[in-house]
C-alpha cells in the first residue's frame, strides 16, 4: 500500500522522494513496506521545477525524502518545492528526509563578510513549512541548532563499523582522524572496534582555496599496524589520499577509509583507486554513478536504519534508542 496506517487508524504515514536518489528511497520505503506516493515532477525550458503529488495526503504524516547530490542547488529546490506542495495540501505533519543535508560543510564564520548558509538552508526548509528534519551524520552537531523544530540526527556508524570489523583483526587496528577536529570521532570508533591506539593526521588548509588541505604527519603509533581512517565524508578525496599516503609512508600495513558521504566530485574516484588503500567503504546517502566507481569502492546501505528512524518518528517512539542511548 501507499502509505502505513497506525492500528486505530488515527495516524497515517506517506513517503514521497525527489529525483536526485530514487533508488534510496524506493529501498526506504521496501523496508517500511509501503509505495511511494506518486510523484510528477519535471524541468521547464528555464530550469525551472515543478512537482505535484498523485494522490491526497491530507491529514497524513508526511516523509519528504531528498538527498541534495549533484547539482547540489537544483535538488534542494526541488526539495523545498515538495515541502510546499505537502504544506499546501494539508498534511499534518512534514519531515524532511535529508540523508546528505546541503551546505552543512558551511555551519560558521572563518572571516568576516561570509554567510553561514547552513544555517540558511535550514531557514528555508522551515520557511517552506517543515517541521522536523532528519540527516545522516552532519558535518557538525551545531547544526540541529539551526532548524526551528526537532532534528533527529542520525549515525551510519553501526553500519560502517560492523562491516569495518569483519574486514580487519580488531587486536592490530589503530583508528586515525584525517584532522585533529574529528578525534571524538576517532576516539568511539576505536571504542566499537577493541579499544584500541588512535591517531591523527596533522594538515594544514587555505580557508581561500577550497577541496585544498596537505597532509603533513601522523600523531599516533601506526608502524605494522592496520589503519582505519575515518571522516563524514569525501568530496574530490585530497585530503583523504594525502592521510593515506602519510600513513604508508609512517610505516602503516594497511589503510582502510571509511566515510558515510561519498560525494565524490572529480578526480576523486581517480584519487581513490591510486591511492594505496585497501578499500574504501561508504554508504548510499548519495547516489555513486557508474562512473564514480572504482574496484576498490564498497557502499552499504543506510536505508534500513533511514527506515527505523523514520517509523519511530511516526510513532512517536524514541530515535536515540537505535543508537544505543548515543545519539
Not at 20 to 32: I, M, Y
Not at 44 to 70: K, M
Not at 148 to 175: C, F, K, M
Amino acid at each position: 500500500m501507499t502509505g502505513l496506517v497506525t492500528v486505530d487508524t488515527e495516524k497515517r504515514l506517506v513517503l514521497v522522494s525527489g529525483r536526485a536518489h530514487p533508488e534510496l528511497a524506493e529501498d526506504v520505503a521496501a523496508e517500511l513496506g509501503i509505495q511511494l506516493v506518486p510523484t510528477a515532477a519535471y524541468d521547464f525550458a528555464n530550469g525551472e521545477i515543478y512537482t505535484r503529488f498523485g494522490e491526497s495526503v491530507r491529514g497524513c504524516d508526511a516523509f519528504v525524502l531528498q538527498s541534495h547530490a549533484s547539482p547540489i542547488n537544483k535538488w534542494i529546490m526541488e526539495h523545498l518545492l515538495m515541502v510546499d506542495a505537502l504544506r499546501r495540501a494539508s498534511v499534518k505533519t512534514i519531515t524532511v528526509v535529508a540523508p546528505f543535508l546541503g551546505y552543512a560543510r558551511q555551519d560558521k564564520k572563518h572571516r568576516g563578510r561570509e554567510p553561514i548558509s547552513a544555517r540558511l538552508v535550514c531557514d528555508l526548509f522551515a520557511t517552506a513549512g517543515a517541521d522536523r528534519i532528519v540527516s545522516v551524520d552532519l558535518h557538525t552537531s551545531q547544526i540541529q541548532g539551526f532548524f526551528s523544530g526537532p532534528v533527529d540526527h542520525l549515525w551510519a556508524q553501526p553500519i560502517l563499523v560492523e562491516y569495518v570489523r569483519s574486514r580487519v583483526d580488531v587486536s592490530n587496528v589503530t583508528v586515525v582522524s584525517p584532522d585533529a577536529g574529528r578525534i571524538r570521532v576517532a576516539e568511539q570508533w576505536a571504542d566499537k572496534l577493541g579499544g584500541g591506539p588512535l591517531a591523527f593526521v596533522h594538515k594544514t588548509r587555505d580557508i581561500r582555496s577550497p577541496n585544498k588541505a596537505v597532509a603533513n604527519r601522523v600523531v599516533g603509533d601506526v608502524e605494522g599496524r592496520t589503519c582505519v581512517l575515518v571522516d563524514d565524508l569525501i568530496d574530490t578525496g585530497g585530503t583523504i589520499v594525502e592521510a593515506v599516503r602519510v600513513l604508508l609512508a609512517a610505516g602503516a600495513k594497511d589503510v582502510i577509509v571509511a566515510a558515510t558521504h561519498g560525494v565524490l566530485s572529480d578526480p576523486a574516484s581517480e584519487r581513490l583507486q591510486s591511492c594505496g588503500a585497501r578499500e574504501v567503504v561508504i554508504t548510499d546517502t548519495l547516489p555513486i554513478p557508474d562512473e564514480h566507481k572504482f574496484d576498490n569502492l564498497t557502499v552499504l546501505s543506510i536505508a534500513p536504519t533511514l527506515a527505523r528512524a523514520i517509523r519511530e518518528v511516526f510513532d512517536d517512539g524514541s530515535v536515540t534508542s537505535l543508537f544505543d542511548g548515543n545519539a
